[in-house]
């Protein structure tokens, strides 16, 4: 009888995995020119009108699911897509 002995397995990759991670790195780029430092809010949307982007609205809604979404980043993420503010102070004055 031969002696067991273990192959290398190919590794296997996640796609859905790796489209995931692509896209939350897509957001977390995104995020910083969409937060308005004056209203200390997000954009409700950034929409193309030819070559030239136009913003639109500020929502607290929006503020509230992006810091949701931060939550599970890392802990620099957030002064990023912040301009520096702080995460917390941010979500206190949204209560």
Same mark, same amino acid.
């Given at each position: 009888?031969?002696?067991?002995?273990?192959?290398?397995?190919?590794?296997?990759?996640?796609?859905?995995?790796?489209?995931?991670?692509?896209?939350? !790195?897509? !957001?977390?780029?995104?995020?910083?020119?969409?937060?308005?430092? $004056?209203?200390?809010?997000?954009?409700?949307?950034?929409?193309?009108?030819?070559?030239?982007?136009?913003?639109?609205?500020?929502?607290?809604?929006?503020?509230?699911?992006?810091?949701?979404?931060? !939550?599970? $980043?890392? $802990?620099?993420?957030?002064?990023?897509?912040?301009?520096? $503010?702080?995460?917390?102070?941010?979500?206190?004055?949204?209560?």
């Amino acid at each position: 009888m031969t002696p067991w002995v273990p192959t290398a397995q190919p590794v296997k990759t996640d796609p859905l995995g790796t489209t995931v991670a692509d896209l939350r !790195a897509l !957001a977390l780029r995104a995020l910083a020119r969409m937060y308005r430092s $004056e209203h200390r809010l997000f954009l409700f949307a950034v929409r193309h009108r030819g070559a030239k982007p136009v913003v639109e609205g500020v929502r607290r809604r929006y503020t509230a699911m992006t810091l949701l979404g931060l !939550a599970g $980043e890392d $802990e620099s993420a957030a002064p990023q897509a912040l301009g520096g $503010e702080d995460v917390h102070a941010l979500c206190g004055r949204l209560l």
